[in-house]
């Protein structure tokens, strides 16, 4: 699977809860986590992908066990403070830092069905948080800190000229 990169609408965009986890989701979450793995990412989200559907695929410790697939995932509790640089598959060569909280509790499904009660720190509740912003259309360069974001416009205007380029047929 291609990753989408900014600033692809389907990126702003808020994605739909899934109602029925049919095979074609566990095809699809499957496929996303060969994606991020080939791409060494920690986490994915279907937007990235070009499906605006409330699916996750995470993997922080790239161990490939364990559950890695979470369907309409949300954050029921977070706390704490922590600041830290941070990357994004669909804005490659950006790193910014981003204020996020230490602790998150999130609920989601996994492809059987279940729901998941998760607590999450450090890293992996960093990921969580940005995932769970993907399918919100919520984006990392947002949540910059200001001296971060000013760092990386000239990068992030690149991206908004190659598409508008692309959709112009140009280049
Ligand atoms: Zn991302």
Not at 1 to 26: G, Q, S
Not at 60 to 88: L, S
């Amino acid at each position: 699977m291609e990753i989408i990169t900014y600033p692809d609408p389907i990126l702003m965009r808020k994605a739909v809860p899934i109602e029925e986890i049919d095979n074609k989701i566990c095809q699809i979450a499957q496929e996303m986590l060969d994606t991020m793995y080939d791409a060494c990412g920690l986490g994915l989200a279907a937007p990235q992908i070009g499906l605006s559907k409330r699916l996750v695929v995470i993997d922080v410790t790239g161990e490939k066990t364990g559950e890695r697939v979470f369907i309409n995932p949300q954050i029921i509790e977070e706390r704490g403070e922590a600041i830290e640089e941070e990357g994004c598959l669909s804005f490659p060569g950006v790193m910014g830092k981003v204020i996020r909280s230490q602790y998150v509790t999130v609920t989601a499904y996994n492809l059987e069905g279940e729901k998941l009660k998760i607590e999450a720190e450090g890293l992996l509740s960093r990921v969580w948080q940005h995932e769970i912003d993907h399918i919100n259309g919520r984006l990392f360069i947002e949540m910059m800190t200001p001296a971060s974001r000013i760092a990386n416009n000239q990068k992030i205007k690149e991206f908004e000229l190659a598409y508008q380029n692309s959709r112009a047929g140009v280049g």
